[in-house]
């Protein structure tokens, strides 16, 4: 069975602190992408990182791929409250394989 | 464009009665999928669609069932309803596979999500 493990589970942080998140296998996946969900809502894609050691940044987000596409990090530089959520990593390997989620609480 | 609709977005049931959760797409997607998200669980595929007629068993597919008769919808159907089905359910769709390689073409649309209650 392929995993993908979200560390840590729980993150709370005030304003303006830098946070990362990572996101491990011991599986190889061809894609993975990172998704966040507000209360109430479905998730939504953030980005999808295809190449090993493929760093992509969106704003204050940075996303990396392992050089090996075995594991993910999410960086956020200077988290604002509007950045709170469950953040989820999912590796493509013949369909989607979900971590089981970051929540990410940043207090004002 | 509506993306994906789920109904209802909230729903008691007994323990034994059976319902249906409607999912529609209206962006013309081949692929189809039900999710359950669990606390700490992350999503769990529980059944998918390549296409209209065309369905198959997802990681947790036991005491659901699924129909794809048309490519906009797919909804879930519970039999027999218990308590470890209470859960959130979301429908997604996607142009490409999920498992495909491809950046951003395999992009899912998630719904807004089904809370389900089984007392």
């Known amino acids: 069975t392929q995993l993908l493990e979200q560390s840590p589970q729980f993150l709370s942080i005030q304003e303006g602190e830098n946070l990362t998140v990572y996101c491990n296998s011991s599986?190889?996946?061809?894609?993975l992408q990172w998704y966040r969900q507000e209360p109430g809502e479905g998730p939504v894609l953030l980005v999808t990182?295809?190449?090993?050691?493929e760093v992509k940044k969106l704003k204050r987000l940075t996303f990396q791929f392992g050089d090996a596409r075995k594991d993910s990090s999410l960086h956020i530089t200077a988290a604002q409250p509007g950045d709170t959520g469950l953040y989820l990593c999912a590796g493509a390997a013949g369909k989607l394989i979900f971590g089981q989620g970051t929540t990410l609480q940043v207090k004002p | 464009n509506a993306g994906v609709t789920q109904t209802p977005k909230f729903r008691i049931l007994k323990i034994g009665q059976s319902m249906t959760l409607q999912c529609t797409q209206d962006m013309n997607h081949n692929y189809m999928y039900w999710y359950r998200q669990d606390p700490g669980m992350g999503l769990k595929l529980i059944y998918y669609s390549v296409g209209a007629g065309i369905t198959d068993k997802g990681e947790v597919p036991n005491g659901y069932n699924v129909s794809r008769s048309t490519t906009e919808d797919f909804p879930l159907r519970l039999e027999l309803a218990a308590p470890s089905q209470t859960s959130v359910y979301f429908c997604a769709s996607s142009i490409f596979g999920g498992g495909s390689v491809g950046s951003g073409a395999n992009v899912l649309t998630f719904g807004a999500g089904s809370r389900l209650t089984v007392l």
């Open positions: 990182v295809v190449t090993g050691g």
């Open positions: 599986s190889v996946f061809s894609s």
